[in-house]
């Protein structure tokens, strides 16, 4: 039996595509208990899994797979980080141009708040210092060397997976051509089934002067700390760089087009960001602003114009503006895969309209998030290699926002679950800590609970404090396996915490009725 995988990461809406065959999926069902007690394959195929990429969700199936008993290959263009050509390597972008850097950037960003409130404590001359953007780089590439290593002769070889630096390209549904990184020489490599997962790659529009913009996979490699910089965009991405780069040090100008950021989060968390981003931070944010033109001046800074002609000068901007599927030279065509813009559609099964062929990650265009990305490249060698049946599961999926401060969701927003479940009791408590209230500073806390109404079951949790991404984990498997209100009112809390909220708010702050806010109940 073999099986060819393609890497990539995540996004997370299930469903059906029409091109998708529903008698592929049952036929998926049934075939998962006796795949491997057949044996004719294992002289047609090469591999009963050959993987291309090395990210979240290829690395996590190749592994499982290979713990089930499968021949399993991976293959990764880079099997060590850096700049040129792809700024990913083994790891994926996670690793490599996303969640570990950036959490390493979020900590340094971190410390001067935590000196500016020394004095409150009784520290006497605390000063922030200078930041040092070269050592922190140098200590960065360290890490991430040391993690490219771990990947590759610890989790992947360790767990008997073959690790081949190369690019894949599909030359039909059960066939790869692999082209070595070291020669470029080509090869051909056969497989019963197909993994793609290829990843995400950032999105930047086309307007004049975008040349001279970054993205989340430079900012990591910069020579030297822009003094000046200019974020674009009003998702996670862009507002963690924007937080980042403010608590860096840099003079921050954010700016999104929209009269809000963070569309798709809960309204109230979303405007709580808002306010502390005004009355805690540097960043100079402005909503309802595009830029059209970037411009290069002689000096080397850069003038951005925006579409009301006002202009602003920095030193670097970066677009943080949404990604695509990376699945250029994937040669998705000899196959037949279906495509929806540069993303390729699954079922729940994480299988594309070519039976023989998979996908999971971000190319996928469901839930862009690492441990998504793990749960579906699991739960897949699980189905296929494992004997079981095991769909992904996207409800419930718990994130963070690392902006200062943190946002940690999971559930339902009060907007999304009020259109779901029409009945729904609301919970809520904005509040300064004990850390900020006593140094006497003017950051709050927001912490909210949505209930059904019916049932009283949690479904949603949406918090906005220090640690919120931690704090939230935990809440996250009270709320996956059904937690009702009452179960969290039996809660015994610890204190003083700012996490016992969670399990101290009695009286709902509001309610909605029919899908209609009410006050109060009669």
């Known amino acids: 039996m073999s099986f060819l995988l393609l890497c990539a990461a995540s996004r997370g809406t299930t469903a059906f595509h029409p091109a998708i065959s529903k008698v592929a999926t049952q036929s998926l069902r049934s075939a998962t208990t006796r795949l491997y007690q057949s044996s004719d394959s294992s002289d047609e195929y090469d591999y009963d899994l050959l993987v291309i990429g090395g990210g979240s ?42 969640c570990v850097p950036k959490k390493l950037m979020v900590f340094a960003s971190r410390y001067p708040g935590e000196i500016r409130e020394m004095e409150g404590y009784g520290w006497k001359g605390a000063t922030e210092g200078t930041f040092d953007w070269k050592v922190f780089l140098e200590n960065k590439n360290k890490e991430i060397t040391r993690l490219n290593n771990v990947y590759q002769n610890f989790v992947l070889k360790n767990a008997g997976v073959e690790v081949i630096e190369a690019r894949g390209s599909l030359t039909g549904p059960n066939s790869v051509a692999v082209q070595t990184t070291a020669t470029g020489e080509t090869t051909t490599l056969t497989a019963k089934n197909i993994l793609i997962a290829v990843g995400g790659w950032p999105f930047k529009p086309d307007i004049p002067g975008i040349e001279h913009a970054i993205t989340s996979n430079e900012i990591f490699y910069l020579e030297e700390q822009p003094k000046r910089m200019v974020v674009v965009g009003g998702g996670f991405i862009a507002l963690e760089f ?3 780069m403010d608590g860096l040090g840099s003079d921050v100008t954010l700016m999104y087009r929209g009269d809000l950021f963070l569309r798709g989060f809960d309204n109230d968390m979303r405007t709580h960001l808002k306010e502390e981003m005004e009355n805690n931070s540097g960043i100079d944010v402005k909503f309802n602003t595009d830029p059209k ?11 951005v114009i925006d579409q009301d002609g006002n202009e602003i000068e920095c030193d670097s ?12 030279g994937l040669n998705l065509e000899s196959a037949g895969v279906h495509t929806e813009n540069s993303f390729i559609p699954v079922n729940e099964y994480s299988q594309t309209n070519v039976p023989s062929i998979y996908a999971v990650g971000d190319v996928t265009d469901r839930i862009a998030l690492t441990p998504v990305a793990l749960m579906e490249g699991h739960r897949l060698a699980d189905t296929v290699f494992g004997g079981m049946d095991r769909p992904v599961d996207h409800e419930f999926v718990a994130s963070t926002v690392f902006t200062t401060p943190e946002i940690g ?3 339902y927003s009060e907007e999304d679950a009020v259109e779901k479940y029409g009945d729904i009791d609301v919970y809520k408590n904005r509040f300064r800590a004990m850390k900020h209230s006593f140094p006497q500073s003017e950051t709050y806390s927001l912490f909210k609970l949505i209930v059904e109404t019916k049932t009283q079951r949690v ?4 918090v906005a404090t220090d640690g919120a991404g931690e704090m939230v984990q935990g809440v996250a498997i009270a709320i996956k396996m059904g937690a009702t209100k009452e179960d969290f009112d039996n809660t015994i809390g610890i204190h003083p915490t700012s996490a016992e909220e969670l399990v101290t708010m009695r009286t709902p702050s509001y309610y909605y009725r029919n899908g209609q806010k009410v006050d109060k109940l009669e």
């Open 57 to 98: 969700g290829g690395v996590r199936a190749s592994r499982i797979a290979s713990g089930h008993g499968a021949k399993v290959a991976l293959l990764e263009t880079k099997l060590n980080h850096g700049v040129d050509p792809y700024y990913s390597a083994i790891g994926g972008t996670c690793v490599n141009v996303g």
């Open 409 to 411: 969701t999971v559930g």
């Open 317 to 328: 901007i970066l677009y943080a503006t949404g990604r695509k599927g990376k699945i250029d």
């Open 459 to 462: 479904v949603g949790c949406h």
């Open 242 to 244: 924007a937080s980042i």
């Open 293 to 303: 033109e970037i411009r290069k001046q002689d000096d080397g800074s850069l003038l």
